[in-house]
């Protein structure tokens, strides 16, 4: 059974840095998208960062990012460890929202539950 478990959460002071795990298993991860959301209450979720696949495409690797984050946060994957990271520095108040992790091909997608950053003085 597919499963996206994140992972790293916590709650740090504003300008610390912080890298949340997103662990993938039950279907080929290597050939999803895999991409980070944030979600503040029953507010939309808003996309954060994604990175390609690394097998045999244009945009093997290749990473995106949205929002206040661009610049301050860095998206990795693991491909021998099904891993996906989301390394964010200089967290300030405004970045405190759910964390979800979505895998994606094609027309298939699926969701992890999240993992929740809280930064707060």
């Known amino acids: 059974q597919a499963q996206l478990v994140e992972s790293g959460g916590s709650l740090v002071h504003p300008g610390e840095s912080l890298t949340l795990s997103c662990a993938a298993s039950?279907?080929?991860?290597?050939?999803?998208?895999m991409s980070w959301y944030r979600q503040v209450a029953e507010s939309t979720r808003e996309l954060v960062a994604s990175?390609?696949?690394?097998?045999?495409?244009?945009?093997?690797?290749?990473?995106h990012y949205e929002g206040s984050g661009a610049g301050r946060f860095t998206i990795r994957r693991d491909n021998a460890k099904n891993t996906v990271y989301l390394h964010m520095n200089d967290l300030q108040p405004a970045d405190t929202a759910l964390y979800l992790c979505?895998?994606?091909?094609?027309?298939?997608?699926?969701w992890g539950q999240g993992t929740l950053v809280t930064v707060s003085s």
């Open positions: 990175i390609g696949t690394t097998g045999g495409s244009s945009n093997a690797g290749s990473t």
């Open positions: 039950g279907f080929a991860f290597s050939e999803y998208t």
């Open positions: 979505k895998a994606t091909s094609g027309t298939v997608s699926k």
